[in-house]
């Protein structure tokens, strides 16, 4: 991971390993302002399983709500990964005790949950990754 730090924001860059099966969902690079599925970039929050293609993720503010962790697809995985952008960021009481009643969940960077996600994904399970970014808010494509 390269860490560039200015008097304006902190940057966060990696590059992620590839994975030989071609089956699995791969993220390939992860920075600050955006994320590399294959040949998409995305520059938005959003969500990805291992069952499900990349999707927008509404986040009504610059934290995660219980609003929009009810906007995620949970009963179809085992295990949810919540990035919370270049700094780690506590869920609410009210999330962690909807989350905890339904699925076992983590709550990382999103460089850090990107990451987990590959490998846990490599290794067949069904899992669900949610991020926020601290850049813009489009897709690029």
């Not at 949950?113 to 669900?128: P, Y």
């Amino acid at each position: 991971m390269i860490r560039i730090i200015s008097s304006i924001t902190e940057i966060q860059h990696m590059k992620i390993a590839s994975q030989d099966n071609p089956d699995i969902v791969k993220i390939t690079q992860v920075s600050s302002f955006h994320i590399d599925i294959g040949e998409i970039q995305f520059a938005q929050p959003f969500f990805l399983g291992t069952t499900h293609p990349a999707t927008s993720w509404v986040i009504d503010s610059d934290k995660i709500t219980i609003n929009a962790i009810e906007r995620l697809p949970l009963e179809e995985y085992e295990l949810l990964l919540l990035g919370t952008g270049n700094k780690y960021i506590r869920l609410e009481n009210e999330c962690v005790n909807f989350l905890g009643s339904i699925i076992p969940f983590e709550v990382m960077t999103t460089i850090s949950a990107c990451r987990t996600f590959n490998i846990v994904a490599g290794e067949g399970r069904k899992v669900l990754l949610a991020v926020h970014l601290n850049g813009g808010s489009k897709i690029l494509g």
